[in-house]
Nanobody
């Protein structure tokens, strides 16, 4: 069975930090560009981080640049999203998914529809 599982979400105060984890079954994350996406109620899904499988280069939109860091641990078949200085507008369900190469497009986009259940991040005082 091929699927991904996200974990690590929770409730955090503004300015706080969380680290999300993305693990996979049925395939190795190290062979794919992986993207983190989020969706808040009433808003479009947004790609917030992508990491290449070829050189571990990364992409972030301006909304999270300097606050979010994506990295991978291939030995653990896991991709992480470290989120610092969280803001209320970061509240959303966060998903990881296989993504397209981003160097030419300049943005995160999904490669397929292998979505996990997501993990809820709530930033509130």
């Amino acid at each position: 069975q091929v699927h991904v599982v996200e974990s690590g979400g929770g409730l955090v105060q503004p300015g706080g930090s969380l680290r999300l984890s993305c693990t996979a079954s049925g395939f190795s994350l190290e062979y794919y560009t992986i993207g983190w996406f989020r969706q808040a109620p009433g808003k479009e899904r947004e790609g917030v981080a992508c990491i290449s499988h070829t050189d571990s280069s990364t992409y972030y939109p301006d909304s999270v640049k300097g606050r979010f860091t994506v990295y991978r641990d291939n030995a653990k078949n896991t991709v992480y999203l470290q989120m610092n200085n969280l803001k209320p507008e970061d509240t959303a369900v966060y998903y990881c998914i296989r993504a397209m190469p981003f160097k030419d497009s300049g943005r995160c986009s999904t490669r397929d529809n292998l979505w996990g259940q997501g993990t809820q991040v709530t930033v509130s005082s």
